[in-house]
């Protein structure tokens, strides 16, 4: 992937509706950070605008200014908490979002614009983004690409215990990697609306059994929905992100192992979060022509930044605990 000293922004849409120029990477050390800069990479709303620099940004006015028209920053420090990686992840970034242009651009325009709106109107517009990619054909063809797992299930989902006025709830199918199906999903939001309900519920704990804490939604439900409309009423109507959102400062939760796409959407929406030492983070649904459908692109973004959610997103790369700690994605490592 090449990085432009000049800012060519060939934007909009071909002939097939397809962006025309789904990333640009601008090296920062041979442009100036101003904003006239700034507003012409803004406008760039049909592709991927990345800011490559091997050297920190200093905090000025012109650099500040510069971060509103970018979607990612690889650089080694700027100001806030836009920076993420380096240079050496621009191929990644570049494979992912040529491979799912369509899945890019639109992970692109949803934190754009969950920024500005509230908890509940965000969930929602990622709900309706992620049924619209169900029925597009990136999406199809990660679906036919892939073969679907045989073996055994249980129905255990979900278990729930009542120590006193707290709440324990464990994710309960360390066989499959505590990964999330509809009925675990469902199982999941009726315990928190139960502690939602119960004011003497004064605390309330979410675990996950086994080795990971959940290696994310079960992929062999994936485009099972037979009307992809219903799914996103469905979607925001169990919402375990928000039921754990309105639970506020009475949940934590505890992950450990792999915490892929739901396995961290979810936690993200905790008071606090504790990481175990082994403890990884994944988003890797782009690369299923997708957009993270469990609350990825509201609570994360909340946390550490449309730009290092964008990061994680486009690259489907891992982030381990100690950086994910410094990012704000956890608020604790247990023996740290």
């Excluded at 760039?44 to 510069?66: C, F, K, M, Q, Y």
């Excluded at 614009?113 to 990660?142: H, K, P």
């Excluded at 892939?146 to 073996?151: M, T």
């Amino acid at each position: 992937m090449a990085v432009t000293a000049t800012v060519d922004l060939r934007g909009g849409l071909d002939a097939r509706g397809l962006p025309r120029q789904a990333l640009v990477a601008v090296d920062l050390a041979q442009v100036e950070p101003d904003e006239a800069l700034a507003s012409a990479l803004a406008q760039h709303r049909d592709g991927i605008v990345v800011g490559v620099s091997d050297e920190p940004l200093p905090d000025t006015p012109g650099t500040r200014a510069l971060l509103d028209g970018l979607d990612v920053l690889l650089a080694p420090s700027a100001p806030g908490s836009a920076h993420a990686g380096g240079r050496a992840d621009l191929a990644e970034l570049s494979e992912v979002v040529e491979a799912n242009p369509v899945a890019a651009v639109t992970l692109k325009r949803v934190l754009r614009a969950g920024e500005g709106i509230g908890v509940d109107a965000a969930l929602t517009l990622e709900s309706l983004a992620y049924s619209t990619l169900l029925a597009g054909s990136e999406f199809r063809g990660w679906l036919g690409a892939r073969d679907r797992r045989a073996g055994e299930d249980r129905p255990q989902r979900v278990e729930v215990e009542r120590p006193g006025a707290e709440l324990v709830i464990r994710l309960a199918r360390p066989w499959r990697r505590n990964a999330v199906d509809a009925a675990m999903r469902d199982a999941l939001h009726e315990a928190l609306e139960v502690a939602l309900l119960d004011p003497s519920v004064e605390e309330v704990v979410l675990r996950g059994d086994g080795p990971d804490f959940s290696a994310g939604g079960d992929l062999d439900e994936f485009g099972s929905a037979a009307d992809v409309a219903v799914a996103a009423l469905v979607r925001t109507s169990h919402s375990v992100a928000r039921s754990v959102h309105d639970l506020g400062p009475r949940l934590r939760c505890e992950v450990q192992g792999a915490c892929v796409g739901a396995g961290i959407e979810i936690p993200s929406f905790a008071a606090h979060v504790t990481a175990a030492p082994d403890a990884w983070f994944q988003l890797p649904e782009v690369r299923m022509g997708l957009v993270p459908g469990a609350g990825g692109t509201v609570g994360i973004p909340r946390r550490i930044g449309r730009w290092r959610t964008a990061y994680m997103a486009l690259t489907a790369g891992r982030i381990d605990a100690t950086t994910a700690l410094a990012w704000g994605l956890v608020d604790e490592c247990t023996g740290s």
